[in-house]
Each structure stands twice: as C-alpha cells, then as structure tokens.
C-alpha cells in the first residue's frame, strides 16, 4: 500500500483583518523538546497561537459521510477534549460546504459569534496505487483578541470521501486521519517521530495520541493561561 500523507491548511490562510494591520504576524513554530511543534507562534511572547478560553463548536456536513463517519468524528472530537481540555459544543448538522475563503462569521446559519469549526467530506481524487494520497486538511484561522494577542477563532476539517479507509480508530482508519487533523485544528503541526499522530504518514496502529501529541495538545489548551476569545467585528 503506497503512503498516505495528509497536509494541513495554513493558519494564516485567508487574510489580516483591520485589527492586524502593522502588528508582527505569527510565524512558524520550531520543534519543542516535548516531542510536538506548533503551526504558529506569537512573536513577541514565542506562545503558540491557540484558541481561547471559550468552548469551541463544531458542526458536521454529513454528505458524501463514510459509513459510521459522524461516530469517528464525536470520538475524535472526545479524545481531543480529553487530551486537551479542550471544550467542544456540538451545534449540530450543517448544510455549508467547504469553500477556501470560508466566512468566519454567519449569523443566519450560526447565530451570533464566530462560525463552527465545520467538519466535511469532500469527493477528492480517488487513491492510485503506487502513488502518495491525500486524505484530509485542517486549519484554523486567527485573529486580534482586545489585548493583541493572535488567537484561533473558527476552523475547518475536510476529508477525502473517495479514500476508501474503514471506520473506527485501528490502524490505518479515519479516526487516525481525524485525530490527525484535528490536531491541525488547534494548532499543531507535523512531526517526523512515528510514533506520534501527527507523523505525516498514515501508520500500521492503533489511533491514539503519542507523549509529544499530548504535550503539544496540553500546551494547546489546559496547560497555558486563558485567551480571550477576539470580538466579533
């Protein structure tokens, strides 16, 4: 079986609002000695950016859905909380589709507040043996909270429907590609240690955070001070 690597978006991908402009944007993070390496850093304080304080919500598109897919993703959804201390609210099925320049704010859909992290499969190009595939892409996006601080405010997770992977969290399933992404979600990046979920390369395991995932993750979230979450402008 050819690897399978997946990808993450950019967390700066779509653009500075006003309040950005002629501050230091967020850059890259380096590898931290705990075994993870953040996707974007502050840098004036060296933090990861991450989410704030508030409980995050989610919503699932659930066309094109494997069987058994909306079950992966409540329990991918657990194991980051429990990892994390991360809240998450569901908010239920949505009829959004992914779009590349995704608005952040949709009270008619949403309600008040920033958009859910939204949760879709998407009907990419089917797997060619021989050939490295993608099978999912997560990222956030951040803005200024009041104290200038950068801070994640809504994300989303696309999955390839066309994969063809089973369901639940063995080896080589979509609960590994979607701890995997989520992890993406609130911030961290690839590492090359195999034994850590957020390796690039789809492995023979059980899907279950390794010592540097949960690391990063805790840094992520319970383990540094609360962010308030940015003004809805």
Request: proline share 9%; charged share 15%; net charge negative.
């Amino acid at each position: 079986m050819a690897l399978v690597l997946w990808i993450n978006s950019n967390a700066q991908m779509s653009f500075l609002d006003k309040m950005g402009i002629g501050r230091p944007q967020p850059v890259a993070g380096a590898l931290d000695p705990a075994g993870f390496q953040p996707l974007l850093v502050d840098p004036d304080s060296g933090d990861p950016v991450r989410y704030g304080c508030a409980p995050i919500r989610y919503t699932i598109n659930p066309m094109n859905a494997p069987e058994g897919g909306m079950e992966d993703v409540h329990r991918a959804i657990a194991e980051t909380s429990k990892a994390s201390g991360v809240q998450f609210v569901y908010h239920g099925e949505t009829d959004e589709v992914p779009l590349e320049r995704r608005d952040l704010v949709q009270p008619q859909r949403y309600g008040d507040g920033w958009a859910p992290i939204l949760v879709a499969w998407d009907q990419g190009p089917s797997p060619v043996p021989g050939q490295t595939s993608i099978l999912g892409a997560g990222g956030s996006e951040w803005r200024y909270n009041d104290a200038g601080v950068p801070v994640y405010v809504s994300g989303m997770l696309i999955l390839n429907s066309n994969a063809g992977l089973p369901s639940g969290f063995g080896g080589e399933t979509w609960g590994q590609v979607m701890l995997h992404e989520f992890g993406h979600v609130l911030g961290l990046a690839h590492v090359s240690d195999q034994r850590q979920v957020m390796t690039p390369i789809l492995e023979l395991r059980p899907a279950a955070w390794g010592s540097g995932d949960r690391a990063g993750l805790r840094a992520l979230g319970i383990g540094s001070p609360c962010l308030d979450v940015p003004s809805v402008s």
